[in-house]
DNA sequence: AGAAGATATTTTAGGCCTAAACCATTTGGA
DNA sequence: TCCAAATGGTTTAGGCCTAAAATATCTTCT
């Protein structure tokens, strides 16, 4: 409860004018809904998000990846990954080994265990964003999914600018 | 450095086959871009998003808001406002005062240095917006946030579903 | 009035995330 | 060769956030 069921937009009143404000404040909290849902179904599922995504860059790696190589593959820090990899390896889901080329570097890979548990939540997700999304058919979603590959571009630039 | 300056999105290979999966993945990978971009121009001011979220609520609401209030409007947990409200009581950005009607309930106020404050934040925070998105022209702006109109009504058709 | 339930809030334990400081190793010159 | 800079990781301190338990105060029903 208390989990507002219609999505309510921030600052939905006074300072929302600007065009640009409103679009991103709507952007937000439709991601937000979206996100918040999903971890809580991740959550029944005795899981996370973070650790989800982190699974599903060694599933796309089988050789392993560095803990650099999933920090920016993951867009998130060095010590974020470090972090959840220690964790996931505590729980038996993915292995550690040196680098034999970088002693400095080590070497993350799945486990059979990770890759079971990995299939079997990837298919639950899968079902999870299919259901959220069934409200809109399929050309919407085309649509939206144009409009925001302009976003995609424009902030790309907009970020090559600085600021 | 390292913070890729094209937007890319997570589990960009495999798994982003189903329209549906793909087009979550291109939303949250551009939210986040602006997100964390916002972010980093907040902790140059000193303080965060979610800070100058609640300033943003009380603002908006002169005769000051109850902490639960406040936990609805934000969409945050009770326990989460509890935290960022006495810092902020801390900082003199807010001021608490017991409730004449209910004694379990408290008012949050802003305080002339907070009202400062958050005018200050509001229109730097215009500017980032702006100028994040003014990669975009108008037209486009608003296709974009008719398309994820139509998400958010998606959305709260789906939840209201549950699952 | 008195007890049972509903509300408003805080506390606790824990997960995600970051920036900055720090350590170890590798690399690219002088 | 040898050292300085770069690179790969971890640690630390701290901010955001949640769910669940605990408190305190209404409200309501009998």
New binding site residues.
């Given amino acids: 409860m208390s989990e507002a069921l219609a999505i309510r937009e921030k600052h939905d009143g006074a300072l929302a004018e600007r065009s640009s404000v409103r679009l991103w404040l709507r952007l937000l909290s439709c991601t937000m809904a979206i996100e918040?849902d999903v971890q809580?179904r991740f959550?029944a599922h005795g899981t996370?998000?973070?650790?989800f995504d982190l699974l599903a860059a060694l599933d796309r790696h089988p050789d392993g990846m560095?803990?650099?190589?999933l920090s920016r593959a993951l867009?998130?820090?060095?010590?974020?990954?470090?972090?959840?990899?220690?964790?996931l390896a505590k729980d038996a889901l993915v292995a550690i080994a040196p680098?034999p080329a970088?002693?400095?570097?080590?070497?993350v890979r799945l486990t059979q265990a990770g890759r079971a548990d990995f299939a079997a939540l990837a298919a639950a997700h899968h079902d999870w964003i299919d259901g959220l999304l069934a409200g809109m058919d399929a050309p919407a979603r085309e649509q939206l999914y144009q409009a925001l590959g302009a976003l995609k571009r424009a902030i790309a630039k907009g970020q090559s600018l600085g600021s």
Avoid at 48 to 51: E, G, H, M, N
Avoid at 66 to 69: I, K, L, N, S, V
């Fill in positions: 918040k809580r959550a996370t998000l973070a650790r560095t803990m650099g190589a867009l998130v820090s060095n010590g974020n990954v470090t972090q959840l990899v220690q964790k680098s970088d002693r400095r570097a080590s070497i």
